[in-house]
């Protein structure tokens, strides 16, 4: 209540604030209240559904496990995430935002939502001395608006050059300049929000940008910073006269947005257990990375959320092709970078900017543990391109979401009975999604002979 207090003094000008919270696939949802009521956020008496944080990517609940329309859709209490009441900058003076997670009514964490279950697999990591510290890459495309969406996006126009970028210039210091205002205004916000934004690139692809996040020994805090960065971005590219799209892969030619997770591990005593003080790190790290590749065929249905989230595992667009690692390889689905052996970590390489972070850092650590817990050995690291392709991960969503009701191993960290609900909003999502007769279907099928 002191926080709610303070931050309405110090900004006399807020009149509204949006009380948010991220559902099952990474989407914004939440309220817009007047800020006289914001006190009531903080002494839990404002509720939502908690069955929110079980909807499909177009806002429909198909009742997994009985969950929406069957238990009669069930408030929760919505909980403030201390410290993360903030100015939302482009919008204005006005308005201020405030990031929450859901409880029960008797205390209990709403076991839905996935705060909650990236907490249920921290607390199986901390039960061990261990404490991740990671941060997150997002990228992301900047498009023209298209009030119709009719037809694949078309890049945002270069403010300063008024040109559309019409390829890739992967670091290009000229693209840079010539977004620099909107760039500016995203670290901005970033500043104003806390939000530790780090260096901005062009990426491979025309109109493709990707930002870094600071390192942080809070998982979940990371993926807060990463899940705020969307909305920031987002925010600001409309003040441009721009969108900016999450999308796996919005072109069909070029490369894809990741989302790409940097995670060490420090003991009790603060040491990171990757460490032996030389290039190749110690077996705490073999084993880690072990454990992800056994368990990256069931991680996929959360890594790749959606049907266009495959169309980004394509040769030559530095996203992996299989369960693979190395040293300083970007080809492969799991990397250890160069640099001082002090930060020795793994780069997780696999998720698409489409999928869930705190979902994607939940199965990530679920295999770290796989890994440790059995002491997993992984395969000779992959030398050069390793753009093979074989069967051992998921290929399409279905195979996801088969390869997911089938899992073993994912499930004994996640819990059963989320992996089971988000498969269920997921396979509804699909089946929905092959409802729509689609223009080719009619190009190919219709006069056919």
Known sequence: MDEAEQFLKNNPDVRYVDVLNFDLCGIMRGKRIHASQLKKVYSGDILMPGTGQLLDVTGDSCDP??????????????????????????????????????????????????????????????????????????????????AERSGPPVCARMPKSGQRPAEGQVYSMAQLDDYEDFLRDVAEACATQRVPAGPATTEFAAGQFEINLGHVDDAILACDHSALLQRIIRGVALNHGAEATFMAKPHAEGNGSGLHIHCSI???DGNNVFDNGGDEGTDALRHAIGGMLDTMAESMAFCAPNVNSYRRFVPDAFVALAPTWSY??????????????????????????????????????????????????????????????????????????????????????????YCRRYRLVKQGELEKFYSVVTDREYEWYLISR
């Open 266 to 268: 420090l003991d009790r």
């Open 328 to 417: 300083n390889n970007r080809s492969t689905a799991l990397r250890i970078p160069g640099g001082s052996h002090e930060a020795r970590r793994f780069e997780h390489r696999i998720a698409g900017a489409d999928a869930n972070p705190y979902l994607v850092m939940s199965v990530m650590l679920a295999g770290v543990l796989h890994g440790l817990e059995n002491r997993i050995e992984p395969p000779v690291p992959t030398q050069g391109d390793a753009k093979v392709m074989d069967d051992s991960i998921p290929r399409t969503w279905q195979a996801g979401l088969d390869t997911l009701e089938n899992a073993t191993v994912i499930p004994s960290y996640l819990g059963d009975t």
């Open 65 to 146: 496990d009985g969950r929406g329309f069957s238990d009669g859709d069930p408030d929760s209490v919505v909980t403030p995430i201390p410290g993360s009441l903030v100015a939302v900058p482009w919008k204005g003076p006005e308005y201020a935002q405030v990031l929450t997670t859901f409880y029960e009514e008797d205390g209990a964490e709403m076991a839905d939502d996935p705060r909650h279950v990236l907490r249920g697999v921290l607390k199986q990591v901390e039960a061990r001395g261990l404490k991740p510290v990671v941060a997150c890459e997002l990228e992301f495309f900047l498009i023209e608006p298209d």
